[in-house]
């Protein structure tokens, strides 16, 4: 999602749905359906202030001197 343009879609991120399943994808723009854009955009709020916050850190391992 953008500043004009959704873009809702059924694929999963691994290499198994995209390989082995029907998919599809709807794009609404801003213009076209602002209602629809509009409550796309209040869900994706939604689902961002109730996933949690991952915090990763990386520490580079000096390799091993034989």
């Known amino acids: ?10 694929m999963n991120l691994y290499e198994y749905s995209q390989q082995n399943n029907q998919e ?5 723009t801003k213009n076209d ?3 629809l854009y509009d ?3 209040t ?7 109730m996933s949690e916050e991952i915090k990763i850190i ?3 391992i000096p390799p091993k001197i034989k």
Request: glycine letters at 4%.
């Open 1 to 10: 999602m953008n500043e004009t343009e959704a873009l809702i879609t059924s």
């Open 24 to 28: 599809m994808g709807i794009l609404i």
């Open 33 to 35: 359906d602002l209602k």
């Open 39 to 41: 409550d796309i955009y």
């Open 43 to 49: 869900e994706a709020i939604k689902i961002l202030r």
């Open 58 to 60: 990386v520490e580079k």
